[in-house]
């Protein structure tokens, strides 16, 4: 089978790479790119080169100034991050998405360079953002994929309904080249059959239903078009388009469908299965006196707060499990785990039952990655980075599906 070159956007420690590595061989990165914006020691590019090595086309670089050098490939992935998509600007140069929105750097890739499929990752409420205009951020993405030729299939996958040991609920969006086997198939299908066709697609043989199966489907779904007869322009569509996108969908030639799908659920495994069972140091455990602050804070709230400016208003939050239940799957890690903070994960020792955070090398095994993948950089960044990472089994999973269907792609 021939390589699949791929460049990895946003590459973090490399979840992507990792995943499709161990999904096949046929997977060959070409160039990847990651730069943390906000801080000047790079630990998450220097993970990346520790375990894919120090080459000319890892690049740490803001991707704005870096895009200049990416050589052709087939297969575009990223996990970007989650913006304000809106285009209000009308300069010198036209239609403007808003300045420093990482979205533009994919798009303008995308129109240079049209590689074949693109696999990118969001968080879950990408397909709702913004609260005041649902769906709009979304239709704003789809409307580009369809103004550069590729048509769309996309889902929200929570890793723990599929086996993993995490309800990490994210969206995934996998985009198909107009002169594919899989857009023909997608196109015809829906030209001779309409909304069914599309349903169909969802339900049993588009990118996800195979390898991420469906029991069914609610009774709640949207469609509608998103071409130049409906909206004019990318600006006209910003300014006017609002829609409720449900977890399963798919954009073929401006017209979606979109409807609420029911995963068919794996045994999933629990928290306690990532555990580490060796003794740990004692700044895992939380101490006696601590325990007070953490009970406030896992605990319900109703109570007045101060504004900086002086100002009061009323706060309220429910409880949440405390210590968490080690029998189902971890919440979703954020970057501040392992932090004193509400949503740090507190569980009981297996081996002394006394309270503790989880550690780093549990919070990789959440995500599938091997045990130390991070080591090497303060604790702290540790947490951080598995808190941005993807579940690695999921992308390897898809990367098997992308290169059984390049390999039909080849064969046809
Ligand atoms: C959601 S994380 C992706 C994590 C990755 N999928 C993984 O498995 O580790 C997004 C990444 O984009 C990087 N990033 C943010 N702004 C960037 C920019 N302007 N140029 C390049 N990378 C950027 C962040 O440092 C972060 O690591």
Redesign the pocket.
């Known amino acids: 089978m021939e390589n699949i070159r791929v460049v990895e ?8 790479r ?1 995943g499709l590595e161990q999904a096949s061989s046929c997977f060959q990165t070409v160039w990847a ?6 801080m000047r020691s790079q630990f ?1 590019f220097e993970c ?1 080169e520790r375990h894919f090595g120090h080459r000319p086309e890892h690049v740490c ?4 100034t ?1 895009k200049g050098n990416i050589p052709p490939h087939d297969l575009l992935v ?4 989650c913006q304000d998509y809106s285009i209000a600007k009308k300069g010198a140069r036209g239609i403007e998405g808003k300045k ?1 929105v ?1 979205w533009w ?1 994919i798009n303008a890739i995308l129109r240079t360079h049209r590689p074949r499929y693109v696999l990118l ?2 968080v879950d409420r990408l397909i709702k953002s913004p609260a005041w205009q649902k769906g709009r951020d979304f239709s704003i993405i789809l409307r580009c994929f369809y103004e550069a030729g590729y048509a769309v299939e996309w889902r929200v996958i929570n890793a723990a309904d599929y086996g993993e040991a995490q309800r990490r609920r994210r969206t995934f969006l996998f985009a198909f080249r107009n002169d594919t086997a899989l857009f023909r198939k997608a196109a015809d299908l829906i030209c001779v059959e309409g909304l069914k066709g599309a349903h169909q697609l969802l339900l049993q043989d588009g990118f996800f239903a195979p390898i991420f199966p469906l029991y069914g489907f609610e009774r709640k779904y949207s469609e509608g078009w998103l071409d130049e007869f409906r909206y004019l322009d990318l600006k006209d569509l910003s300014a006017a388009q609002s829609c409720h996108f449900y977890t399963s969908g798919l954009m073929v030639n401006g017209r979606f469908y979109s409807v609420e799908s029911i995963p068919l659920q794996f045994p999933y495994k629990p928290l306690c299965s990532v555990l580490e069972t060796a003794p740990l140091a004692e700044r895992y455990f939380l101490s006696a006196a601590d325990i007070d602050h953490w009970r406030y804070l896992k605990g319900a709230k109703q109570e007045i707060r101060h504004r900086r400016n002086g100002s009061t208003y009323f706060f309220s939050e429910g409880s949440m499990a405390f210590p968490d239940r080690s029998d189902l799957p971890a919440r979703t890690m954020l970057t501040s785990e392992g932090s004193v903070s509400r949503s740090t994960h507190v569980v009981a020792d297996p081996q002394t039952q006394r309270l503790r955070t989880l550690t780093p090398i549990e919070c990789e095994r959440l ?1 599938g990655f091997p045990d130390d993948w991070t080591a090497g950089m303060p604790e702290r960044l540790r947490y951080f ?2 808190g ?3 579940v ?1 089994p999921l992308v390897k999973a898809m990367g098997k599906r992308i290169s059984a269907l390049a390999e039909d792609e080849q064969r046809s």
């Open positions: 956007l946003f590459a973090g420690v490399g979840g992507f990792l790119n990651q730069w943390e914006p906000s998450a990346y670089q803001d991707i704005v870096a990223g996990g970007f991050p420093g990482l750097e990752e969001n995500n980075t598995m941005n990472a993807l690695v």
